[in-house]
């Protein structure tokens, strides 16, 4: 395998409008919507910034929040890191903005650190850093 094996993610919500704040507030960032590709397909999404010049050999994978019918958030299942400069920081930035500290910031040795936190709708994501 040439590029990295995870090519999308999505986060399910139950309130977009919530969910977006959230996390453009968390990630200092902003989303932006993608039209449903069909109109019989009645879907809300919103894609995080993503590298789409260098296609499938880019570092990272592309992710959006989706609000669409038989989807819903919730804990357990896979969980999505998010790569950010100091994942304590961006943690405590979580709860300031209606989610929850999970797990605090801990060393993984010479990988760096991680944190988990739960966001507005019950997500729970991880937060990795290298400090």
């Keep these: 395998m040439k590029h990295n094996p995870v090519v999308h993610f999505e986060i399910y919500v139950n309130d977009m409008a919530r969910a977006k704040a959230f996390y453009q507030a968390?990630?200092?960032?902003?989303?932006?919507?993608?039209?449903?590709?069909?109109?019989?397909?009645?879907?809300d999404m919103w894609f995080f910034p993503m590298d789409k010049e260098n296609g499938?050999?880019?570092?990272?994978?592309?992710?959006?929040l989706v609000k669409m019918a038989g989807y819903t958030p919730g804990s357990g299942g896979t969980l999505v890191y998010f790569g950010c400069d100091d994942c304590g920081v961006t943690a405590d930035r979580a709860a300031a903005h209606g989610g929850s500290v999970h797990q605090h910031k801990m060393s993984i040795g010479d990988h760096g650190f991680c944190a988990v936190v739960r966001d507005t709708e019950g997500n729970l994501i991880g937060l990795h850093s290298m400090q």
């Design 26 to 43: 968390l990630f200092e960032i902003e989303l932006v919507q993608m039209p449903s590709p069909t109109p019989e397909m009645e879907m």
């Design 56 to 64: 499938m050999n880019y570092y990272g994978a592309g992710g959006s």
